[in-house]
């Protein structure tokens, strides 16, 4: 038995997937928004796993090591 789905902007930041078919711009904008106020940076199991970023100074540090 399926479960109900969380709301997509709790889910998509809680397992980021942007192939997710509900990872619209408008929901992208509040995921990265709840990213962001939840941590710098985050894992998600998605796609063998990945690290999401959610500064541009962390991106260019990460970039740069």
Do not use: C
Request: cysteine-free; overall charge positive.
């Amino acid at each position: 038995m399926k479960t109900a789905s969380l709301d997509p902007v709790e889910r998509l930041a809680a397992r980021f997937d942007h192939h997710d078919p509900e990872f619209t711009p408008d929901v992208a904008r509040q995921v990265h928004t709840r990213i962001r106020e939840n941590s710098v940076i985050a894992y998600s199991a998605a796609h063998g796993g990945m690290w999401v970023f959610s500064h541009y100074r962390h991106v260019k540090t990460a970039m740069k090591d």
